[in-house]
Nanobody
């Protein structure tokens, strides 16, 4: 099993930056891809950024240019740097991890509320 714990969310003003962190803990699972998803009330959750353990990144078009995902494999931690935040970035952001060994499995964190408001 893999446990994910997010941190770094909160209330910020438009135009500022915010960095989310997610620490994964596991005893014997190998974590491959990690990422971040967002979800608005009443809408489906969708991935906005992912990164493999080799450092290959992928971004949703809605965040390209304003968001950077990074990862510290030694700490099993993934980060999401969000710049120039807009009010429409307000959502619950959840951490994601996929393990390929010993079994192909997917995991989600509880999520952190990020509110962008003046």
């Amino acid at each position: 099993q893999v446990q994910l714990v997010e941190s770094g969310g909160g209330l910020v003003q438009p135009g500022v930056s915010l960095r989310l962190s997610c620490a994964a803990s596991t005893s014997n699972f190998s974590i491959d891809r990690m990422g971040w998803a967002r979800q608005a009330p009443g809408k489906e959750r969708y991935l906005v950024a992912t990164i493999t353990n080799g450092g290959t990144t992928d971004y949703a078009d809605s965040v390209k240019g304003r968001v950077t995902i990074s990862r510290d494999n030694a700490k099993n931690t993934v980060y999401l740097q969000m710049n120039n935040l807009k009010t429409e970035d307000t959502d619950v952001y959840s951490c994601y991890a996929r393990s390929l060994f010993p079994i192909d499995s997917h995991y989600w964190g509880r999520g952190t509320q990020d509110t962008v408001s003046s």
